[in-house]
Structures are given as C-alpha cells and as structure tokens.
C-alpha cells in the first residue's frame, strides 16, 4: 500500500513541476544573431526578411541597412510588439540618430520615441548592438525591457 502511494505522489509531483514549466516558458527569439524574450501572452503573427539590392536601398529610421530582419506579435488585447535588427554586409553600424529622447533600457543606451497610433500609445527604442541595428516597438516601456536580453 506504501508504494501505491509514493508512487500516486510521484506522479502528481511530475504532473505539477510540467505544468508549472510550461506556464512560465517564455519564448526566445534570435535575429542576426541577438537574442530577445518574447513576453508571456504574445505570439507571433509575421516573421520577415528584407535584403536590399543595388535599386533599392533598405533602411531603419534613416539608418542605411544591407538587410533586414523582422519579427511581430501580438497579444489577446491587440497590442503589438515588433522587433528589427538591421545589418550592413562588410561593416559596423557606427551610429544612429533616429531622434527621441536618449535613454538607457535593460544596460542598453539608445534613443526613446513615443507617438500615439490608433490612440493607443506606442514606444520605439532604437540602439546599436554588436554593430547593428536594432528598434522595438512596442505599447510600453516596461514590454520594452522585458523583451531584451
């Protein structure tokens, strides 16, 4: 009868831990090699590549890219979450001045911007990484944050 039990408990323990798992997993996501944690309540809903050519020139806020990649969310509220990373193919990414107000978010030293969008307000953060070019959007400053790494 011990065993019965210990074995009832057992079960239930490793029912409970996967659950709890599953629960508090949260996606990451990795663009031209940066990592960033999707928060809880988001999913994905457009993953996106652009590549520019010699007609056209691709770019993030005036800030001139060879490539461009691209990742959105949203949650069960309709808020939307947007991630790019843009890259030059022989070259760092030095600066960028994309306006707003600087600022540093999660030990990242960048450029804050906030509008208003369908009255709904919607932040962008802009900062360089590893030579590269990076925006968040997003509807805070706090979903911001959580999403880097």
């Known amino acids: 009868m011990d065993k019965k039990k210990v074995l009832v408990l057992a079960l239930f323990l490793v029912v409970v831990v996967s659950t709890v798992a599953a629960i508090s997993a949260t996606e990451e ?77 999660a030990g990242k030293d960048g450029f804050l911007i906030k509008d208003m969008d369908d009255g709904k307000n919607k932040y962008k953060f802009e900062y360089l990484q590893d030579g590269k070019i990076v925006k968040i959007t997003a509807v805070s400053e706090d979903i911001i944050g959580q999403v880097m790494v």
Request: no cysteine; aromatic share 4%; glycine share 10%.
């Open 29 to 105: 996501l990795t663009l031209e090699g940066i990592k960033f944690k999707i928060p809880d309540g988001y999913s994905s809903i457009e993953k996106e590549t652009d590549v520019s050519d010699s007609n056209d020139v691709e770019d993030i806020d005036g800030t001139a890219v060879d490539s461009e990649k691209t990742s959105e969310y949203s949650n069960a509220a309709g808020d939307e979450l947007e991630i790019q990373v843009g890259s030059k193919n022989n070259q760092k990414i030095d600066s960028i001045n994309p306006g707003g107000d600087k600022k540093n978010i």
